[in-house]
């Protein structure tokens, strides 16, 4: 589902001056966005509540596909009753995965009451400084340049750096900064075998790698998109990516850690092995620790547990 971060512009404001002539000018709404720390915190908030709400969709799916393998399985070898049984529970688990899915991904549902929360108070401030700012330099209409083309203004109309500068007033550093977030990148994690592929195995633990990491204190990550791209731009694909491809990777992305492995299936039991590097000392092994599990419900716990060993032997900068 393609997500809109519509941080809807309320720019337009006509703002009575009597006895004046009209002083108009224009702010660029999209700049201010991209540039407002309050408005990329919201944005970044939102990316993690739809990141887990995807991950916990995942999970619900899995479950449900695994009974229903498990029944088609043992089919032939169950009795009618056992066959209703089995089945219940298979339609069991798959309600309960379309209601979280319609529940989250539906028109107002939680992705929507998410983007309406983080972002009605940015609206609102947004519209207040647009306010402050014209009256405070004279402007009897300011108009919102990305939603109209200006073809022509002089000099001095522009109100949108002062919108910004004002917007980011609290977030100016007040002494010295003697702390700073660790930067992490997740590679992909390579799928060995086509059983781990046709299962998205790789994605998964990929995925909830990320969402783990994220939420850890002082920490900024790299979009796994950027990563790909860098990836991609140096040929690695089709193929476990290296230490030296995360050393690569994250200089070029001004990481401090990067996070990469492999796992496999066969049958119930999956295996995968995770290795983080530290791109400061251009260490291609830091840590690396093996998982496994034979229950696909537990592998998220498996992956939790090999992560927080990864995470543990970090030192902050």
């Known amino acids: 589902m393609k997500l809109c971060y519509a941080f809807v512009a309320v720019l337009a404001l006509a703002l009575a001056v009597s006895a004046q002539p009209a002083k108009v000018g224009y702010v660029d709404s999209d700049e201010v966005i991209a540039k407002y720390e309050e408005a990329r915190e919201a944005k970044s908030r939102l990316e993690r509540d739809v990141a887990g709400f995807r991950t916990e969709a995942e999970s619900l799916r899995s479950l449900y596909q695994e009974a229903l393998d498990e029944y088609q399985?043992?089919?032939?070898?169950?009795?009618?009753?056992?066959?209703?049984?089995?089945?219940?529970?298979?339609e069991q688990l798959k309600r309960r995965y379309d209601l979280f899915v319609e529940e989250v991904y539906r028109k107002g549902g939680k992705i929507d009451q998410k983007n309406s929360e983080l972002i009605a108070p940015l609206v609102q401030k947004i519209g207040e400084v647009v306010s402050e700012v014209a009256k405070q330099e004279g402007f009897t209409l300011v108009l919102d340049a990305s939603k109209a083309e200006i073809l022509y203004s002089s000099t001095g109309l522009d109100l949108t750096r002062l919108v910004i500068d004002e917007l980011n007033r609290e977030y100016a550093a007040v002494g010295p900064v003697t702390e700073r977030n660790m930067v992490y990148a997740i590679l992909p994690v390579f799928a060995t075998n086509d059983e781990?592929?046709?299962?998205?195995?790789?994605?998964?633990?990929?995925?909830?790698?990320?969402?783990?990491?994220?939420?850890?204190p002082k920490t900024d990550m790299v979009a796994n998109a950027r990563v790909d791209e860098q990836l991609t731009q140096r040929g690695v694909s089709g193929r476990a990516a290296s230490g030296r491809d995360a050393i690569d990777v994250g200089t070029a992305l001004n990481v401090d850690y990067a996070i990469l492995g492999t796992c496999t299936r066969q049958g119930r039991q999956i295996d995968f092995t995770l290795t983080i590097v530290d791109i400061r000392m251009s260490n291609e092994d830091l840590k690396t620790e093996t998982g496994q599990t034979q229950r696909e419900e537990r592998l998220n716990e498996e992956v939790g547990r090999v992560v927080q060993v990864l995470l543990a032997s970090v030192v902050e900068p």
Do not use: H, P, W
């Open 196 to 216: 781990a592929r046709q299962e998205r195995i790789d994605l998964r633990v990929r995925e909830f790698i990320y969402n783990l990491v994220r939420v850890q």
């Open 73 to 90: 399985t043992q089919e032939l070898s169950l009795s009618e009753e056992g066959k209703r049984a089995r089945m219940a529970e298979v």
